[in-house]
């Protein structure tokens, strides 16, 4: 038996739940039925795509939808069927992942980087505020861990300066934002389904939104600047082929009937671990709240901060030794120097910086590994910590 960093037999030995979980029996026969049709391009005469845009907008709120290859396409799509483009700035939080950075830049405009609030870790609307300039077109909500960002605070920033909202959801199947879901509060919403989201074809993403107008323009730019109902070759703007394959949404579909089922296991666990860590002597763990508004959190991830004199480096190798593998997180965008490099501007972000030195997570398989399992993450953490 491999021993504890501090000695002893780890907390856990047994493996934690694999991603993506089993194809269930829908699963398996859909994609056998599109298999078996021939019918496996977006463009052959298939119907699952349709459904699953169809079914995504609904769950949003929203009329309309574009299937897309991966979220960070749909982010470009989305920015550049809005409108923005070279000379625009668009601002995004300085806590997520490198890819609603690089959107913006593959968009031709500038990311301009923000400062989140230190308490929920979502983009702060003050921070947003005093960034935007006259070049500001739009501004990038990340729905950061499962959470739904504070719309209201952002939705009014962007009516006073005419900007668009382009939600990166990316990791929100499923969340809500004052009784509403995510995706349909601003003007797009990109959902993503790369391997690790809570519901996943490998890859994949999936654009909705609000209006016939950008319903159009987003459409023509994921189907090579082709006009929806003209001629099939007809090209009257630049676009590109960035479309999903029926094989991925046959994977996709039949997920929605279980996503919400998902939702609420990994929302008992959290609860769980969040009580087994107000037990553990000094607090030493705290769980970052959701933000304001929030009343439906996904709980793709859970992230824990602790105090900030923890050797970090220490917490991460003690804590795996004990069969309890916790992420480091994200870096800030603002200290990526490929992303400067290509003409981001980065804003001070000290609650991002903070973050970066304090904030651990808890990995979606982990999430869905039932209350005992939580204990056990609580028992590791306090091994190492007290």
């Known amino acids: 038996m491999t021993l504890a960093i501090h000695g002893g037999a780890p907390v856990r030995t047994e493996p934690w739940p694999a991603w993506p979980p089993p194809l269930d029996d829908a699963q398996r026969e859909l994609v056998t039925r599109v298999l078996e049709s021939g019918l496996w391009g977006a463009t052959q005469g298939g119907s699952v795509v349709t459904d699953l845009v169809a079914a995504f907008a609904r769950r949003s ?70 960034a935007v300039t006259g070049a500001t077109a739009a501004v990038m909500p990340v729905h950061l ?3 739904p960002a504070d719309m209201g605070p952002l939705n009014a920033l962007a009516a006073r300066h005419g900007l668009a909202v382009v939600e990166d959801a990316a990791q929100a199947h499923g969340a809500a934002y004052q009784g ?13 389904f790369q391997s690790s989201k809570a519901m996943t074809a490998g890859e994949g993403g999936l654009i909705v939104c609000r209006t016939e107008e950008a319903y159009r323009e987003i459409w023509s730019v994921c189907n090579v600047g082709r006009s ?4 099939w070759y007809g090209h009257p703007r630049t676009g590109w082929n960035l479309r999903l394959t029926e094989l991925q949404a046959a994977l996709l579909l039949p997920w929605l009937d279980r996503l919400d089922a998902e939702i609420d296991a990994r929302e008992a666990f959290c609860a769980a671990l969040e009580r087994e860590l107000a037990a553990v002597p000094g607090r030493p763990v705290t769980v970052v709240p959701p933000p304001s508004g929030t009343t439906r959190d996904s709980r793709h991830l859970l992230m824990l901060r602790v105090s900030p004199e923890v050797d970090r480096a ?20 603002g200290t990526m120097a490929a992303l400067t490099a ?28 039932g209350a005992e399992a939580a204990a056990q993450i609580a028992e590791a953490l306090a091994k190492v910590l007290t």
């Open 145 to 147: 861990a499962g959470s």
């Open 342 to 369: 290509d003409g981001a501007r980065a804003e001070p972000c000290p609650a991002a910086e903070e973050a970066a030195r304090t904030v651990v997570w808890v990995r979606q398989p982990m999430l869905m590994a």
């Open 61 to 130: 709120g929203v009329p309309y939808g574009v299937a897309v290859g991966n979220a960070t396409l749909g982010l470009f799509a989305a920015l550049r069927g809005l409108g923005v483009g070279r000379g625009d700035e668009v601002i995004v939080p300085a806590y997520t992942f490198v890819a609603s950075a690089t959107a913006v830049l593959l968009a031709g405009a500038t990311p301009v980087i923000v400062d989140v609030d230190p308490y929920d870790l979502h983009l702060s609307a003050e921070a947003a505020g005093r």
């Open 314 to 333: 220490f917490l991460l190798a003690a804590t795996e030794a004990e069969g309890v593998p916790l992420d480091a997180g994200y870096p800030p965008l």
């Open 180 to 192: 509403r879901p995510v995706g349909g509060l601003g003007d797009a919403g990109v959902y993503s």
């Open 228 to 231: 929806l109902g003209g001629a």
